[in-house]
């Protein structure tokens, strides 16, 4: 189904809004969903991404064969506040991740040619790793946390991070055999 035709709240064809039809959100929609989440305390910098957000969901629940809601505008505002409300739960998820770190002693020096070598192919292999096997792994094994905490603080499942977790040690794994290290 398409999103044009009629709209309640501001909305219209698509010819009245001098577009192609493809974009779910008219101009009085999209600047509704900038202030809810401006006023949501989203940084002006990520407005942007947040009414893309928007337009996403809305094409996704046009995808799946859903209705368009009856007052778009209205429904467009409700998932900017609750992408709002995301945004302020993944950066006091981020501060925290950071305080903890940052509270971690610091390692002791490795002494020796084989120590220096492990730790160069390691450093390596962690770079070369995703970003979200990376971060398991470096919060598992570095800093030490159970893999409960990991899924608390990443508001992921606990099997998920158990297999971010097995999938980054094998490929570790390969790459130190590969080198030779281990």
């Known amino acids: 189904m398409r999103w044009g035709g009629a709209r309640r709240g501001g909305g219209g064809t698509a010819a009245t ?44 629940r046009s995808a799946s064969g859903q209705e368009a809601p009856r007052d778009v505008s209205a429904w467009a505002a409700v998932v900017a506040s609750r992408l709002a409300l995301d945004w302020h739960r993944a950066r006091k998820r981020q501060e925290r991740l950071g305080e903890r770190l940052a509270a971690l002693p610091a390692p002791a020096p490795a002494a020796g ?18 970003p979200a096997q990376r971060q398991v792994l470096v919060l598992r094994f570095y800093a030490d946390l159970p ?31 590969k080198d030779g290290v281990v």
Do not use: F, N, W, Y
């Open 17 to 60: 809004r001098g577009g192609s039809g493809d974009d779910p959100l008219d101009a009085v929609q999209e600047r509704r969903v900038r202030a809810v989440l401006a006023l949501g305390g989203v940084p002006q910098s990520e407005l942007a991404d947040g009414v893309q957000q928007v337009r996403l969901r809305l094409l996704e």
């Open 113 to 130: 040619e084989e120590s220096r070598l492990l730790s160069l192919a390691l450093g390596q292999g962690l770079d070369e790793l995703p």
């Open 147 to 177: 893999v409960r905490d990991i899924a608390e603080a990443l508001g992921i499942p606990e099997g998920t991070v158990k297999s971010r977790l097995h999938t980054a040690v094998r490929a570790l794994r390969a790459r130190l055999h």
